[in-house]
């Protein structure tokens, strides 16, 4: 395939970028100081741009979601047991068993694919430590059930926010919930700096612990106080969030445009299942997900591969449920986790993104339709 075909397949999103003009002016200064990495201007403007962005007081910058997630639990010391959903993308659980930490698989509500507070406690033992839902889609967690819980038993509350940047509750930013919150700036999220992610938290102890985490351990030039990696975020990377930060609102809205159309065509459709709004929730409009039911006229995996032969790449995901994976079946397969197992068997997501044209979303609706 080259490339002026690749360009004409529509894929479930395509990364967002800034006029190269608007990225040229941010990296000029750069080419004079070769300050490349290690915390330098950019960085640090990037950071303080986003924290009033977010409306939160501490962020610590970091090179992906993943690390984020990984340092994330190591800077708040868990151990013993996480629980957590088995609905999410791969990094979740892995930051946790990479911490040599169990994961406890909760099952989903399924309504919003996200953790069902009402099946937490029984799953809580002595060695829990923390609780680590995903806001999942661009919604949002019931996250006051799960500060409840979390306060009753003395449990940390982790979110895996890598979809919900730019989703409100209650006119608050999802990053701004639990005792930390991870983003993930990925190429293909709502909000890019390429490859990125970000922690945020309120407890201010944890501030050196993130940042010496991600950098070697290093607390001054002579006193290495943990057993860190590496995981900072470089000055090339800030300044592509500097100049999409910019961008990311108006990208917000043309997301909800294309939301409410697909709404128009599949909505009340028999045997398709759209996204319930949920109360006080605005949502970032980050996929668009449909559950096709056992009734629809054709199989989830049938559209798949329809769409796929003219060239419109939908996802599965989340396919498999994470409890399913390879690497985890043997390991945690008797936990059963039966909404997430069925909804992860039905589940499409549809492309969603800025510059989509209309024409083509028409188009999607109509072939699944047909
Ligand atoms: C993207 C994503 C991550 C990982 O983020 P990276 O920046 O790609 O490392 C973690 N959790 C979820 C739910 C994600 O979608």
């Known amino acids: 395939m080259n490339i002026t075909e690749r360009q004409k397949e529509i894929y479930v999103t395509r990364s967002s970028m800034p006029p190269l003009e608007e990225y ?3 990296i000029k200064p750069i080419f004079d100081t070769h300050m490349l990495t290690n915390f330098g201007p950019i960085y ?3 950071q303080h ?10 962020i610590s910058l970091f090179a992906n979601g993943h690390m984020a997630l990984e340092m994330a639990i190591r800077a708040m010391g868990l151990e013993g047991e996480i629980i957590t959903t088995p609905y999410t993308f791969s990094s979740t ?3 946790i068993v990479r911490n040599n930490i169990t994961p406890v698989f909760c099952d989903i509500k399924a309504d919003d694919y996200t953790i069902d507070p009402s099946k937490i406690e029984p799953l809580i033992t002595k060695r829990t430590t923390a609780i680590l ?4 889609y661009g919604s949002m967690c019931d996250v006051d059930a799960i500060r409840e819980i979390a306060d009753k038993h003395h449990l940390k509350v982790l979110y895996d926010a ?17 005792d930390m919150s991870v983003l993930s700036f990925h190429a293909t999220k709502v909000f890019n700096t390429i490859e990125g992610g970000a922690v945020v938290y309120h407890d201010s102890r944890y501030r050196d612990a993130l940042h010496e985490l991600k950098n070697f351990g290093i607390h001054n030039a002579e006193d290495v106080v943990a057993v860190g990696g590496n995981a900072k975020m470089d000055e ?7 100049c999409n930060l910019r961008h990311v609102n108006e990208d917000i809205k043309k997301r909800k445009a294309i939301f409410e159309r697909y709404n128009e065509h599949l909505e009340g459709i028999k045997g398709l299942k759209i996204m319930k709004n949920m109360p006080d929730i605005i949502s970032n409009y980050a996929y668009y997900p449909v559950y096709v039911s056992d009734e629809y006229g054709k199989s989830r995996d049938q559209i798949f591969d329809e769409l796929a032969k003219m060239g419109i790449h939908i996802r599965k995901y989340f396919y498999p449920a994470v409890n399913d994976y390879m690497c985890y079946k043997k390991l945690y397969g008797n936990q059963i986790t039966p909404i997430a197992h069925d909804v992860a ?3 499409i997501t549809l492309p969603i993104y800025q510059g989509l044209e209309m024409d083509v979303v028409d188009r999607i609706a109509a072939l699944i339709l047909k």
């Not at 839902?133 to 999942?136: D, E, L």
């Not at 890598?162 to 639990?178: I, L, P, S, V």
């Not at 090339?236 to 500097?242: C, S």
């Open 24 to 26: 040229v002016e941010e």
């Open 44 to 46: 640090k403007k990037f």
């Open 49 to 58: 741009q986003l924290e009033e962005f977010l409306g939160v007081e501490e």
């Open 93 to 95: 659980t892995h930051a």
């Open 133 to 136: 839902p995903v806001h999942v």
């Open 162 to 178: 890598a979809h919900a940047f730019g989703a409100k509750y209650k006119g608050r930013c999802a990053a701004d919930f639990g």
């Open 236 to 242: 090339f990377r800030a300044a592509m969030g500097i």
């Open 345 to 347: 068997g039905h589940i």
